[in-house]
């Protein structure tokens, strides 16, 4: 099929569920992806914040024909392999966790955590603390409970009710935060860094105040790590740049370096509640994505590699700094997760980039977003903040 026919195939057959540029990729290298015509452009979205590695990466493609060399086995929940067990002990051995379970996506890692920490309270003879705090702007996901804890109308009401018993306080309040809890909380859930929501970093008053209050009122403190986690912060996990840790942790997208996946890292405290049958997935944990996120947390994890990840970022922070646009507002972030806040709307912004042979990506209205491959190279880093100087100087 040629481009056209492509995206006349996909108007015709794919639900129409997202607005998509006139173009259709083809394949990716370091940190550019290419579309049918030959044209390149620099990716500064990386699917949403997942291809940390950047395409093509040897040892990632390596992992990938190793796991494809077994043939395939399946295993649901029901047998032991190596790669689940080996991924496990390693995300425990470089995080705050005692153990993980898995599943298929970041939504999906929020909802499970939300059925642990609702199973925890009652493991401790709460019956009535089911209830989860949240707050605004965060984004949760997409299914019915993790969609109940992202505050945006447009995304619920078509689809009420929701999950009830979620309340909301504002982020970074922690006055209200205190205001909005109660003994029937059973789970804060956060996001230290918020992604969707605009780029917006936890102070750290704000997730140490959080924590104290998770302690007081006996409920769980969730850190939604989808977006920020894995490296993207400059830390290995955002929360360790804060010094405070959660009692769960919900991880997705870089995970398994583009395959989906999702896990759950949860203190021992939690895990002990949680009896067998009490969650599953068919296809969650399989031999094939564990072992290929064996090798993406390996080398995510790696000081250098995280020491070169702050470092880009600070660059990074620098260059947008030197833009000296009038129309930039506020540059956010931490790491390779960065938002420029705008005075203008950032859509058009975000076509202009196609035009300019680069992929930039939204957050919120008048925020663009930077969350590239981290492998990203400091003159890419350049090139794309000349790009994007280029683009606001000509609106
Ligand atoms: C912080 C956060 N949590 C959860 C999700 C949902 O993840 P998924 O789309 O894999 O369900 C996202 C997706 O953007 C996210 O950014």
Redesign the pocket.
């Known amino acids: 099929m040629n481009a056209e026919e492509i995206i006349q195939n996909e108007k015709d057959y794919v639900l129409g569920v997202f607005g998509r540029p006139p173009f259709v990729l083809t394949e990716g290298k370091g940190t550019t992806v290419y579309d049918s015509a030959g044209n390149g452009y620099l990716d500064l979205v990386a699917g949403?914040?997942v291809n940390v590695l950047g395409y093509g990466d040897a040892e990632v493609e390596q992992a990938i024909k190793e796991a494809a060399s077994t043939g395939m086995y399946h295993t649901s929940n029901l047998y032991h392999t190596e790669p689940h067990t080996k991924l496990a002990k390693k995300l425990c051995e470089t995080s705050f966790a005692d153990k993980v379970h898995y599943c298929?996506?970041?939504?999906?890692?929020?909802e499970g955590a939300f059925k642990f920490a609702r199973r925890y309270a009652r493991e401790h003879g709460h019956e009535d603390k089911w209830e989860i705090l949240a707050f605004s702007d965060?984004?949760?996901?997409?299914?019915f409970g993790?969609l109940a804890a992202t505050p945006r109308e447009k995304y619920q009401q078509p689809f009420e009710p929701l999950m009830p018993g979620v309340r909301f306080a504002d982020f970074n309040d922690l006055d209200d935060a205190r205001a909005k809890m109660s003994d029937k909380v059973c789970a804060i859930i956060v996001?230290p860094i918020?992604?969707?929501g605009g780029i917006n970093p936890a102070t750290p008053e704000f997730l140490s105040g959080l924590r104290a209050l998770a302690d007081e009122y006996g409920a769980l403190l969730i850190f939604?790590?989808?977006?920020?986690g894995l490296g993207r912060s400059g830390d290995l996990w955002a929360y360790q740049g804060y010094g405070v840790e959660p009692d769960i942790l919900?991880a997705?997208?870089p995970l398994a370096g583009g395959l989906?996946m999702?896990a759950i890292l949860m203190k021992q405290k939690v895990a002990d509640t949680i009896h067998p049958g009490d969650h599953a997935s068919t296809f969650a944990g399989n031999p094939f994505t564990t072992h290929v996120a064996c090798t993406v947390v390996d080398r995510v994890a790696q000081p250098s590699f995280l020491a070169d990840v702050k470092e880009k970022g600070q660059y990074l922070m620098e260059l947008l700094a030197e833009l000296n646009s009038p129309h930039i507002l506020e540059i956010r972030g931490a790491g390779l997760i960065v938002g420029i806040e705008l005075d203008i709307d950032a859509n058009p912004i975000v076509e202009k980039g196609y035009e300019a042979g680069m992929l930039l990506l939204s957050a919120g209205e008048k925020i663009v977003r930077f969350v590239p491959p981290l492998t990203i190279s400091k003159e890419e880093l350049a090139l794309a903040v000349s790009k994007l100087g280029a683009i606001l100087q000509e609106l």
Do not use: M, T, W, Y
């Open positions: 949403i914040a298929l996506c970041g939504a999906s890692a929020n965060a984004f949760h996901g997409r299914l993790a996001e918020q992604g969707e939604d790590e989808v977006q920020c919900s997705a997208k989906p999702g």
